[in-house]
């Protein structure tokens, strides 16, 4: 039993004797690692889909446990009753662990041991550190190590944070193509290269964001499937050692029960206790969709330049003075932001892909900067998805007349003459425009190159924009 002082009980380990808060429910290499790492100033807490998705990795792990006949019925109930209590939202406070440390995520696999281990001791009538009667070692990390259960959660984490986001970039997409319905008809000029191209519509425009935004959602639900595969009961390198026969199909079968999701155990535990593969394929799906958004980012804030100087064919909603010297001044500060958030993805993309090669024989001991960097781009591109549509782009309006005029008075309609009077005749055409400032149109009529009808007819914008 474990030593007790006025504040503060007395655990020991492999390094000797260490106090730890009275009323805490972690123990002593919880404490160790609160007092290693402080570094990234993100703790276990603060993403709760990553306790909750350790309190079933370990519920599973109990009930495999007790129906392999290892853990007995009272043990296993009041374990059951603490995991359970953790997945309601109950002791997050308790998994203070810095989300990047060494180790390999010992010190996360630890923390929910322990936390598991002392209110199971509580539930059974038990003093919290007594751990003869309820080990975080011998019951709770029954049948595997860190290495299966820490990619274990980290699986499931992703899984359970995984469809806020596609939901997220599904309203997205939803609002854009509702936009692009309603302003199918707003003319304006497409441009290459920054200069004018050919006529088109916004509600095209709108609709191409839309469709780019729709394909996004069919990657990360590809990419998100290899997470149902997991390595539990591979113990330390994948061999199986200390976990019972037949551990590694229970527990899936357990994790999935109490999940409802469809994990299976992995066919090779060998193979997939060091694969780091599905993490980095999951991020470049995310920073596939961090590349995208930021281009749907710039095109709106070129699209609402201005309002005097700039192209100002869209109006953004106003969400901000946008100087603290320039009076009226309002900024695009809501795709600004979005694009920051993407420039973020992108940078941790090649955090997971620098960890991920870095990973050695049977195992990778960069995986908690993996974790890290990965539930960071999925929570700021979740609420970056959000605040875009809720902010931006349910508010923007089409400056519809401003648009039309720049279509009229635009050289760029000459290019649906080169048909009608060939490329070189256009070219002088355009030419002529520039130099004069006269409109295409009354340029071809007074150079009698088509009649008025066939001109009004080829230059009407619904034929245009076939």
């Not at 970056?384 to 635009?410: F, W, Y």
Request: aromatic share 6%.
């Amino acid at each position: 039993m474990a030593k007790k002082s006025d504040n503060f009980r007395v655990e020991s380990d492999l390094l000797g004797e260490l106090q730890v808060p009275k009323t805490a429910y972690y123990g002593v290499q919880t404490q160790r690692g609160i007092n290693n790492y402080r570094i990234s100033n993100t703790h276990m807490c603060d993403y709760p889909d990553y306790v909750i998705a350790m309190a079933y990795t370990k519920w599973a792990a109990i009930r495999t446990n007790n129906e392999l006949g290892v853990i007995n019925n009272k043990i296993t109930k009041a374990v059951e009753k603490a995991c359970k209590e953790i997945v309601e939202g109950k002791m997050h406070d308790q998994f203070p662990t810095d989300m990047v440390q060494g180790g390999a995520g010992t010190s996360v696999n630890m923390n929910a041991n322990e936390v598991i281990a002392n209110r199971a001791l509580e539930i059974m009538g038990y003093e919290r550190g007594d751990y003869q009667h309820c080990s975080p070692n011998d019951h709770i990390n029954c049948g595997q190590s860190t290495n299966d259960a820490y990619p274990t959660a980290i699986h499931l984490t992703v899984v359970r944070m995984h469809k806020p986001l596609v939901a997220a970039l599904q309203d997205l997409v939803t609002v854009l193509r509702a936009k692009g319905r309603a302003w199918e008809n707003v003319i304006k000029m497409g441009r290459t290269q920054l200069q004018d191209g050919v006529p088109m519509s916004l509600g095209q425009e709108f609709t191409a964001f839309a469709n780019w935004l729709g394909e996004e959602v069919k990657l990360l639900n590809k990419a998100v499937k290899p997470m149902y595969e997991i390595n539990m009961g591979g113990t330390a390198i994948g061999t199986g050692l200390n976990a019972a026969p037949g551990f590694p199909e229970v527990c899936a079968k357990h994790l999935a029960e109490l999940t409802g999701e469809p994990f299976t155990a992995a066919k090779d535990l060998i193979a997939a206790t060091p694969d780091t593969g599905q993490y980095v394929n999951y991020s470049a799906a995310l920073k596939h969709l961090a590349v995208k958004l930021s281009k749907i980012c710039n095109d709106l804030r070129l699209l609402a330049s201005g309002p005097c100087c700039g192209l100002h064919e869209i109006n953004l909603p106003a969400k901000a003075p946008g100087s603290s010297i320039m009076p009226g001044k309002v900024n695009p500060v809501i795709p600004e932001v979005t694009n920051q958030v993407c420039f973020k993805v992108i940078g941790n993309d090649v955090t997971i892909s620098f960890a991920a090669e870095a990973g050695q024989l049977q195992l990778n001991v960069m995986e908690p900067v993996i974790l890290e960097s990965l539930l960071e781009s999925m929570t700021w591109l979740t609420n970056a998805l959000n605040t875009l549509r809720v902010e931006c782009i349910e508010g923007i309006t089409p400056n519809k007349k401003h648009t039309a005029d720049m279509v009229k008075n635009s050289i760029g309609i000459v290019t649906a003459l080169n048909p009608y009077i060939g490329y070189k005749a256009s070219t002088k055409v355009a030419k002529k425009a520039l130099e004069t400032g006269k409109s295409v149109y009354s340029i071809v009529l007074k150079e009698k190159l088509m009649d008025k009808k066939q001109l009004d007819e080829v230059l009407d914008p619904k034929n245009m924009l076939k």
